[in-house]
């Protein structure tokens, strides 16, 4: 029986000369094909036999690999956040979002949450990128294209229940190889039901421990509420209409503000007399002396620069970089404690109507608003982003027959963004106006510090800088979709077929580098800061043009899925789905690209002379994916299924790279230079871009393959109950190049007269390194995955889920020329792809996640003042246990004159992890396991995977009350524990990896580790 509504079912079998059968209890969850057996027995027709449902369906009826979050683990589990998403990474396959990836930066959590350190607010699927997930609520698209992502957090308590496919879907899903997550909202009944509620979270109730120094610190500012309401029911008019067992309402409204600091962080910034020009006592991150070099012989001695040598735009500059404040080790500074308040408003309302037996429909609408407000690390550089989604979401249920039966989706989708800076508008944080650059930008809207890199042999340094420099930005991206599937019961055979066509709409609004940014590495003085105090520049970029994208295409999905049930005992499924993503277009055809001849970039192409038209990429028709998978129950093994699967599933490009072709052709106002790569500096602070063609080049645009395809993903499966193996094979996926216009010769960058790198650029037309696209990338993934879970039994849910698995890709792990995370390392030589083939940058080796609900039973029976107190007690928990993710060791040189900067090297027979028994905060891996690199070539640590990062032990817990009324009437009171033991996991981001810096293999600079407790109480009241 196709397209029955979620929820508890009674079904009654009956047959003339049998007794009858009856189960009382099915529980139908989202996008289920449940079984229910039953024995019929001889005897009268008057008879009924009872039959005790399983308390969880075993999936003995398709290969998906996937499971249903039910409505108790979505309202009753500790959730950080109250984010529907902590709940996908509790299935085997399934992880948290890489750190630092676009997704997890833009995060989309509920009341702002962002977690790019450790990627809470995204999930990523049997070796897919965390880009590689499509989300659908109630049917209809609900994404952010930017972060590829879902677009807000919808209110849980308005959420029935949801499903997670990760492997081996059916053939009317397509679009992305990862997780498929489908969202139910809930919906009205014939009772009356409501709810009220608030959670709270406060730095009074908050512990905060430094793990490394030993000693309890002060709690940063914390003050976070979420509340609302819900109400569902029959349609009531009085007088007019009673809408019982036809028509039916729900309503859900939730806002939330959070009042959220951090603690003060260590950094390392110039000191006075640096500022001064003395740099005497100046050591490398070995401790040995540099004396500093006078390539222009102006004339100092001593490590002593004259303050009339010093730069005026690093002195105006320097004017909004903090003092030393603090000593401890060779951190200097202490951030100040400041804090931001977010918001969010969520609403959704809902409507279903039953015409008849033969036709209902229903119809839903959301509108929410999501306030990021970015917490300051120097002050006034905050990231304030407001993203506001609305979603709207028709469907009809025709039935034709017992055995026909028609869904019809449409719907509506759009997410807009705006974001700004603590810097916008305000002529005090006018840096660059201040610093009297040229090019940069003078609009008021784009006050603020230009992007400053100060990274050399003398170490790094901490430079005042906005969390995001490009923009600020307006965006929008939304989908018009329909989808159509006829569901046909014919003897054995379930057919469904059915189409998917969707309208797709990008634009974007922004300045990609307003403000400029420029790079001091120490070439010229052997010192990085020494060369920024005489205004020494290495590399320097900027483009202040505004640019306005407008993309639009068509996608189209045509499927036919057969369930075809051999005999009682086995079912075979076999799929073909195909879909085309039409290339995306630009509304007014300012739209370019630079092809591509093999690994070289080539002309310009636009819509006036492109061989494919206005979309500039050979279309791909080629995307025929078939499904096949089978479910044997054996007739040993009681209750035992066999299941196995395969399937190709296709997946465009990122909307990213092509809106880079719109901003390409509109930003024709900037320049980039790169200086000597030995000798005497001839980049200067005070005229950087004066050797540049700053007008009419195309000095941003990117290059993606003109003959780019489609990437696909082969999945397979093999389960035995719920334990198995899943595997997957990405083939041609999208890779991007930082460079492909870097020399094509690997030189020693010191040799005498070695001209610049843009003069020996293959390609002259653009004197600057060209961001390209390739589909050439390839990945395998294997994974031994097991679950086990008991639904309401005694008193105790449980869902426990352990993954053993390892991924491999290269030559990266993205494409779309977005940031893809934090530790996935880059392509170092485009001429040697196998150099760059490694382990995925979210590769984790071992995942174990268990979640317990218990119903407290021993007083349920008891009355009077002892059943008040201690009945209605529940006590549930989530526990996540992981390895650590792969890393590479940064060098940051360019060794070969190509202009690309060399990973580390490994030393020979080193190994760069370390046992648990001797990592110490100031020695978290062996540093003596990685080395320089040698002008003249490569450096040769890998990809990734050079080391481990500290891996995550959580316990998050809750114990809650209940106090009831009525039957139908309850209170309760909830108390939770995020990291109830309080336990220190390092953010990866503190662990040094650059083995220039004098705080190389440190977590926190060894001085610092952060972990808080935090304790949240909410009160619900159900009627």
Sequence with gaps: MPFLQTGDYKVVATREGFRGEESSSVTLQANQSARIDFVMQVGSVNETVNVNASSVLLQTENATVGTVIDGGKIVDLPLNGRNFIQLTQLIPGVQAGTPGSITVRRGRGSVGQTDAGYGATAASANGQRDTANRFFLDGVEVMDYDAMTYSFSPSVDSLAEFKVETSSYGAEVGGAPGAQVSIITRGGTNKLRGTLWEFNRNDQFTQTYDAIAGKSVTSPRLNRNQFGANIGGPVFIPKL????????????????????????????????????????????????????????????????????????????????????????????????????????????????????????????????????AGIPVWGHDERNNLGRTQNVALGWTHIFGPTLVNEAHGGWHK???????????????????????????????????????????????????????????????????????????????????????????????????????????????????????????????????????????????????DDWKITPRL?????????????????????????????????????????????????????????????????????????????????????????????????????????????????????????????????????????MRDSYIQQWNLNILDTGYVGSKGTRLYTTYGDLNRPLQIVDPTTP?????????????????????????????????????????????FLAAYTFAKSISGPNDIGGQVGGGFYIGSPQDVYNARADRSVSGFDLKHRYVQTILYEVPFFAHTSGLTRSILDGWQASTIMTFQSGFPGPIDYGVDTTGTGVLSRADVVAGQTGNLDASQRTWQKWFNTAAFAAVPFGRFGTSPRTDAIRLPGTENVDFSVTKMVKFAESRNFEFRTEFFNLFNHFNPDPQTLDRNIRNKTFGTIGGGVQGITTRVIQFGAKLNF
């Design 753 to 797: 007269g070695l001209p610049l790198v843009n003069a020996r650029r293959p390609n002259q037309q653009f004197l600057r390194a060209v961001q390209s696209d390739k589909s050439n990338g390839n990945s395998i993934y294997h994974a031994l995955q097991v679950k086990a879970e008991k639904r309401a039994a005694h008193g105790v849910t």
């Design 415 to 561: 997410f807009s963004e705006g974001e700004v800076f603590g810097t916008t508008n305000d002529p005090a944080f006018d840096v660059v106006g201040k610093m009297k650059l040229p090019l940069v930008s003078r609009l008021p809207e784009e006050y603020g510090p230009p992007s400053i890199s100060v990274g050399g042999p003398d170490g790094s340094y901490d430079m005042y800088n906005l969390q995001r420099q490009i923009g600020p930005r307006v965006r929008s991206n939304g989908i018009i979709p329909i989808t159509d599937t006829l569901s046909w019961q014919h003897g054995r055979h379930f057919v469904k077929m059915g189409a998917e066509w969707d309208r797709r709409l990008v634009t974007f609004g922004q300045a990609r580098a307003p403000r400029g940014a420029f790079g001091f590495d120490g070439t010229y003085t052997g010192s990085a800061l020494a060369d920024m105090m005489l205004g020494y520049v290495k590399t320097a970029s900027v483009n202040p043009a505004h640019t306005s994208t407008d993309l639009h295409n068509i996608w189209q999905g045509y499927f036919i899925n």
């Design 241 to 372: 209409y009673h809408g019982k067992d036809k028509t039916f309402f729900f309503f859900n409204w939730e806002s939330g503000f959070a009042a959220q600091g951090a603690v003060g962080q260590y950094r390392i910034v110039p000191t006075q007399a640096q500022r001064n020009g003395d740099f005497r006592g100046l050591t490398d991150s070995k401790g040995a002396p540099i004396t500093l070099k006078d390539p222009l012989g102006v004339g100092y001695a001593g490590n002593v620069i004259p303050q009339s040598l010093l730069s005026p735009q690093t002195l105006a500059f320097l004017a909004y970089e903090p003092l030393p404040n603090a000593s401890l080790g060779i951190q200097n500074y202490l951030t100040t404690p400041f804090s931001a308040t977010s918001y969010q408003h969520n609403y959704t309302t809902r409507m279903d109507h039953t015409f008849s037996s033969h036709d209902t429909i229903s119809g839903r609408y959301v509108f929410n608003d999501t306030y990021e």
């Design 571 to 707: 079912t075979l499924t076999l799929g073909m789905r195909y879909d085309y993503f039409q290339r995306y277009k630009q509304s007014d055809d300012k739209f370019a690209d630079i092809y591509q001849n093999g690994f070289q970039v080539g002309n310009v192409v636009t819509p006036a002379n492109s061989p494919y038209g206005r979309g500039l990429i050979q279309p791909d028709y080629n995307n025929f994916g078939p499904r096949f998978g089978f479910a044997y129950r054996p007739t040993f093994g009681g209750e035992s299924v066999i299941r196995g699967g395969y399937g190709i599933y296709y997946t465009p490009e990122i909307s990213n790279a092509i809106f880079a072709m719109a901003e390409g052709a509109q930003a024709t106002a900037g320049a980039s230079v790169t200086g000597n790569l030995t000798g005497r500096p001839n980049i200067f602070f005070n005229d950087p871009f004066s050797s540049a063609v700053t007008t009419g080049a195309l000095n941003f645009a990117v290059s993606n393959d003109q003959n």
